[in-house]
């Protein structure tokens, strides 16, 4: 498949099934509130180097929990019940954002390299006008973690996550999960695999599948404005 080349004065994505093996659709555009809020909604993600143009993603499987399904282990349920973390919605998303930037893995800075301060200018916006969310994890009244994503109708797109203290992170996204289900969400977009975002409950699904899931979900009314005072 080829890789389509956007420009900035329309927003248009091509058929997101035409993505290449490695999941690429697109480069090029902006990340303007409104193109954001297009590619979600047509199941689509931008994910790029701060020095190549923007990429932007439909892979082929993805990677989706669906909220009931979320695993927790018994040391997880220990913590939880425990209330080690206060869980705030809403109330830090720049500082989440920020956070997630500077995260360090495998001893160097990578993981978080592709949120540039574009990409947190255009998401604080999505913020602002209601779509974007920010889960926390509080200790002393300190951020030690936390997560983002965009979301619509039933769908809550996860971006990103950070933990500057040991299962910080897990306890905001079991808690978003069991919140999220409560509220009749249908799923969490992971985008990608990983073995954390498995041992937690999120699974493979077909591209074709997780289209038509997206669709049924976007038919839902979109919870906008502050989580602050939903969950």
């Known amino acids: 498949m080829p890789i389509y080349l956007l420009d900035d004065t329309q927003h248009i994505f091509p058929n997101p099934n035409n993505a290449n093996e490695e ?18 909604e047509n199941g689509i993600f931008p994910w790029f180097n701060p020095e190549d143009p923007i990429i932007w993603w439909s892979p082929n499987p993805r990677m989706v929990l669906y909220p009931e399904r979320v695993k927790v282990s018994k040391s997880m349920k220990q913590i939880l019940n425990r209330n080690t973390f206060e869980i705030r919605y809403d109330t830090a998303f720049k500082e989440v954002m920020s956070n997630c930037q500077k995260v360090i893995r495998n001893n160097y800075e990578e993981a978080g390299s592709w949120i540039t301060k574009d990409l947190i200018e255009s998401y604080t916006k999505l913020h602002e006008m209601g779509y974007a969310h920010s889960v926390e994890a509080w200790q002393d009244n300190q951020l030690v973690g936390g997560l983002y994503g965009v979301s619509l ?32 969400f249908s799923m969490i977009d992971c985008q990608v ?19 038509e899931q997206l669709g049924e979900g976007l038919l839902k009314p979109t919870l906008k404005g502050s989580w602050t005072d939903l969950f």
């Open 23 to 40: 999941g690429i659709l697109a480069v090029g555009g902006d990340l303007d509130p409104q193109r954001l809020l297009l590619a979600y």
């Open 193 to 211: 695999y990983t073995e954390h975002l498995e041992s937690l409950g999120a699974e493979k699904v077909e591209r074709t599948v997780f289209l």
């Open 153 to 184: 109708g039933n769908c809550f797109f996860g971006e990103s996550m950070f933990s500057k203290a040991s299962n910080a992170s897990k306890a905001c996204f079991i808690t978003l999960a069991r919140e999220l289900e409560k509220k009749n």
